[in-house]
Antibody, heavy 125, light 107 residues
Framework: EVQLVESGGGLVKPGGSLRLSCAASGFTFNTYDMHWVRQAPGKGLEWVSSISHSSTSIYYADSVKGRFTISRDNAKNSLYLQMNNLRVEDTAVYYC??????????????????WGQGTLVTVSS | DIQMTQSPSSLSASVGDRVTITCRASQSISTYLNWYQQKPGKAPKLLIYAASTLQSGVPSRFSGSGSGTDFTLTISSLQPEDFAIYHCQQSYSTSLTFGGGTKVEIK
């Protein structure tokens, strides 16, 4: 059974730092690209960052670029998000999600087929 | 970035109703469009990928259509367990973007 379990959330003051972790199990972690997606209270989903299976390709949303760093340790089946210089607007539930590649006759597509339960990050003074 | 706009932002419907949710992309994304269902306090669940392909295990009352910039999610006969928030998401760009969500409430 595929499982993604986030941890590391909590209350932090503006300008502070946090490191989120996502422990993966039930699948071959080192063959999947992974993502972080967040959801502010009462708001929609916002993609944060992604990392390829071998860490060679990394992407960030403009809203976090230069402040957040995504990484992974395939030996530990773990995904991380280092968040620095946190802002009040970074308050959200942070989800890790697995990217799945769907091969159809017309083309190859990707989606986020498994998600963790989320970890809450609150940035407040 | 590609902007995704969903409408309506919320709707009220009764069990058995046919429900349609619309998602519009700010540029053509072919059929690189996914739909997710999210219940309160839970993570999103993948319903449909590639605009119209049902994820395994998802009931056949859900369907998706569209290509280019305009897409729809249809629930043919709303069931009690379908009351939730629905999100569209484009996978055309490496910078993923989601719509604002549509909350389906009980009338």
């Amino acid at each position: 059974e595929v499982q993604l379990v986030e941890s590391g959330g909590g209350l932090v003051k503006p300008g502070g730092s946090l490191r989120l972790s996502c422990a993966a199990s039930g699948f071959t972690f080192n063959t999947y690209d992974m993502h972080w997606v967040r959801q502010a209270p009462g708001k929609g989903l916002e993609w944060v960052s992604s990392i390829s299976h071998s860490s060679t390709s990394i992407y960030y949303a403009d809203s976090v670029k230069g402040r957040f760093t995504i990484s992974r340790d395939n030996a530990k089946n773990s995904l991380y998000l280092q968040m620095n210089n946190l802002r009040v607007e970074d308050t959200a539930v942070y989800y890790c999600a697995r990217e799945f590649v769907e091969v159809l006759p017309a083309a190859t597509y990707t989606d986020l087929d498994y998600w963790g339960q989320g970890t809450l990050v609150t940035v407040s003074s | 970035d590609i902007q995704m706009t969903q409408s309506p932002s919320s709707l009220s419907a009764s069990v058995g109703d046919r429900v349609t949710i619309t998602c519009r992309a700010s540029q053509s994304i072919s059929t690189y469009l996914n739909w997710y269902q999210q219940k309160p306090g839970k993570a999103p669940k993948l319903l449909i990928y590639a605009a119209s392909t049902l994820q395994s295990g998802v009931p056949s009352r859900f369907s998706g259509s569209g290509s280019g910039t305009d897409f729809t999610l249809t629930i043919s006969s709303l069931q009690p367990e379908d009351f939730a928030i629905y999100h569209c998401q484009q996978s055309y760009s490496t910078s993923l973007t989601f719509g604002g969500g549509t909350k389906v409430e009980i009338k």
